[in-house]
């Protein structure tokens, strides 16, 4: 997970403690222990400590981005050392196997229902229990198997599900060297790329919301092959009435609190901060990758033993960033995993060995996970008739973050003079 950097002008920026809204993140978080807020102020009081080196180091870059960037990296820090043990072990581990990559096919059937009851949902179609607000269907995103809501897997489904990848080449699952990777349950971002394809015009609220994307890679390809065979591709084109209004009501609740803000600072006589002269040195940060700042803040100003932390790290959640290094990497681990397969594998020809040994791996790979299939569909329903536990997810849900979210919902209703529940 990497903090994303918004540059905004705002002068009060410059008056703000270095690391404040960073501490006051883990405090204010009910669910996370009193160890990671203690994990947090060891981090600020250490990083503010480095804070005069590092802003020497970056010199050529404007002060203020530099905080920023620092600020960013806390975070990042703070993950990766809180959850050391996790990444140590995640470094280490194997290649999956292939049937926990079907297990993933398995889970993609659940994705696509569950987001069609998402859409009946938005469009005031349906009541789901428990579900008062579009954030509340983000609980079941790496839940999947846990989640109420959908029926239980069918042969059918599953049927379907290898019918599709064995009509869908290995070439169209992956991109460059890395497997495609869709935004399963990101309804806004799905919605656009829909009407886009289809050259279906847009309510006027989605034709200005911001996107966050995940992963850019479109609507995909097993959601419409779903949608053709079971008739659902017209859930994405009904109109939205639930999204829309949460917004309005949260920015109607961000307004009051900064109309309020402003009242009491005038009340206390607090002046503004004087216009400064704008700093002509780019801003650390904006249009650079991120991976290698902090990468450059840990050689430069930690311990060993965070170093290694962040080693683990990266070697877990930061790609490569040279492709050759990539095709390298790629074609080792496919020689390695070769070397213990007993059958033959077909070596399809290609004017780069190394490109034509990875396609042939992968050609493989998919018909093996296309075969083990049926085994993890046997597993889940083991799993269903003896009421054995999904596993959880690895990262809780963050509960405190909807509850606060459900909260400004509903002081927005408030001062909007509407009733204080989730009914609109």
């Known amino acids: ?15 703000e403690e270095p690391f404040a809204h960073f501490v ?16 947090a102020k060891e981090i600020s009081a250490d990083l503010k400590s480095k804070m005069p080196a590092i ?5 050529g870059y404007h002060p203020q981005s530099v905080q920023t960037i620092l600020e960013q990296y806390a975070y990042e820090r703070h993950r990766f050392t809180k959850d050391a043990a996790y990444f140590a072990r995640t470094a280490e581990e194997i ?15 659940q994705y696509k229902k569950l987001f069609n009851l998402q859409c009946l949902w938005r469009a005031g179609k349906i009541t789901l229990p428990g579900v008062e607000i579009c954030e509340d269907f983000n609980r079941w995103e790496y839940d999947i198997f846990n989640c109420p809501h959908v029926s239980v897997i069918t042969q059918e489904e599953v049927d379907l599900m290898i019918r599709f990848l064995e009509e869908t080449p290995v070439e169209e699952q992956y991109a460059d060297e890395v ?15 829909f009407a886009d394809r289809e050259g279906i015009e847009l309510d006027e609220f989605y034709q200005t919301y911001v996107l966050c994307i995940m992963d850019d890679n479109g609507i995909p390809p097993w959601y419409d092959f779903y ?40 009340a206390e006589g607090i ?41 683990n790290y990266a070697a877990v959640e930061i790609a490569p960033n ?24 077909p070596i399809i020809e290609h004017e780069n060995w190394k490109q034509g040994l990875i396609i042939s791996y992968r050609k493989y790979k998919y018909q093996k996970t296309i075969d083990a299939i049926p085994y993890a569909y046997q597993d889940y329903l083991t799993r269903i008739e003896t009421k054995i536990p999904f596993p959880a997810p690895i990262q809780p849900f963050n509960d405190a973050s909807l509850l606060q979210t459900k909260q400004n919902i509903l002081a927005g209703r408030k001062l909007a003079g509407e009733p204080m529940d989730f009914n609109f």
């Open 55 to 59: 802003k020497t180091y970056y010199y």
């Open 24 to 39: 006051k993140y883990f405090s204010d978080r009910i669910l996370d222990s009193k160890d990671s807020l203690k994990l």
């Open 271 to 311: 002046s503004q901060e004087p216009f400064r002269k704008s700093d002509p040195r780019p801003y650390l940060g904006l249009g650079m990758d991120h991976n290698k700042i902090f990468t450059d803040i840990v050689n430069n100003f930690e311990s060993p033993i965070t170093r290694k932390n962040f080693e």
């Open 227 to 266: 949608d053709e065979f079971m008739y659902t591709k017209h859930l994405l084109g009904l109109t939205d009435v639930k999204f829309p209004n949460e917004i309005r009501y949260t920015r109607l609740h961000a307004q009051f609190l900064r109309d309020e803000k402003k009242k009491k600072e005038i």
């Open 322 to 345: 040279s492709e050759e290094e990539d095709l390298r990497e790629e074609v080792d681990n496919v020689i390695d995993e070769l070397k213990n397969i007993r059958e033959a594998v």
């Open 95 to 109: 290649v999956m196997k292939f049937r926990s990559k079907a297990e993933e096919f398995i889970q993609q059937i």
């Open 179 to 193: 497997p495609y990777h869709y935004d399963w349950l990101n309804y806004p971002y799905l919605k656009i790329c």
């Open 1 to 15: 997970m990497i903090f994303l950097i918004t540059f905004v002008v705002k002068t009060n920026l410059f008056m």
